[in-house]
């Protein structure tokens, strides 16, 4: 949606970049809430290296100080998100991708039910 694309424009610049991220968040329709998904930049890594064994990667991939650099940059937006969510009464939930997935699809259904 329109809150993941910050993911792409930053990425694109290479930068954590905080007035982009609000001034963006200022200019688009405000969402009812969001679903975050967290995980440690470990096991990121470990998905990305089990995906290269089925071609589903892209080009930075393949290097891996890149590919830390643009979790961690990824991070940095998220908490972002959520401090931005915060002060504009967006509602969130955050799912621990290393819990059950089950789980999690669970909450994820509870989170939006009450919306």
Do not use: A, W
Not at 92 to 112: G, R
């Amino acid at each position: 949606g329109m809150y993941q694309k910050i993911f792409s424009i930053c990425e694109k610049i290479n930068q954590f970049n905080e007035e982009l991220i609000y001034g963006y968040f200022d200019n688009i329709k405000k969402p009812k809430g969001l679903v975050f998904c967290d995980n440690s930049t470990g096991k990121i890594i470990q998905n990305i290296e089990t995906r290269k064994h089925i071609g589903v990667t892209r080009s930075f991939h393949y290097d891996k100080r890149h590919v830390f650099d643009v979790i961690e940059n990824q991070k940095m937006i998220v908490e972002k998100c959520m401090q931005y969510c915060d002060t504009n009464d967006v509602k969130y939930i955050t799912l621990d991708m290393s819990n059950n997935t089950i789980e999690n699809v669970n909450k994820m259904f509870e989170f939006i039910n009450n919306l």
